[in-house]
């Protein structure tokens, strides 16, 4: 499945559009790795653990969206857009959101 950014595909000829199609992922992080990314922040550098969460969370909103087109029949998505989120709920725990939606289409081979 081809899954593009751009509302068109160079070279490719749109010959249907089959509707909006999404996927969301909402992944705990826990409050070990809510602590060492606190220690990060305040000393510099990146989070790993928060990294591979986040990449985790994008592959199954991608996915999920990805799955959805092909319900529809569907070989490609165009006009992707992922949206990132982090939603408190509590002192000590946070959850990372990732939502991906785009237009779900038919193209020529």
């Keep these: 499945m081809l899954i593009v ?3 068109n595909i160079e070279g490719k000829r749109i010959t249907q ?3 909006l199609v999404s996927g969301e992922a909402i992944l705990g992080a826990n409050i070990f790795k809510d602590l ?3 220690i990060r922040d305040i000393v510099g550098g990146r989070s790993a653990a928060y990294e591979k969460e986040l990449r985790k969370a994008k592959d199954i909103a991608i996915q999920e969206m990805v799955n959805e087109a092909k319900a529809l029949g569907g070989n490609a998505v165009i006009g992707v857009d992922l949206d990132y989120e982090t939603i408190s709920s509590g002192a000590s725990t946070n959850m990372l959101m990732v939502s991906a939606n785009g237009t779900a289409v038919v193209i020529e081979n």
């Design 17 to 19: 559009y089959l509707g």
């Design 5 to 7: 950014t751009t509302p």
């Design 36 to 38: 060492f990314a606190g």
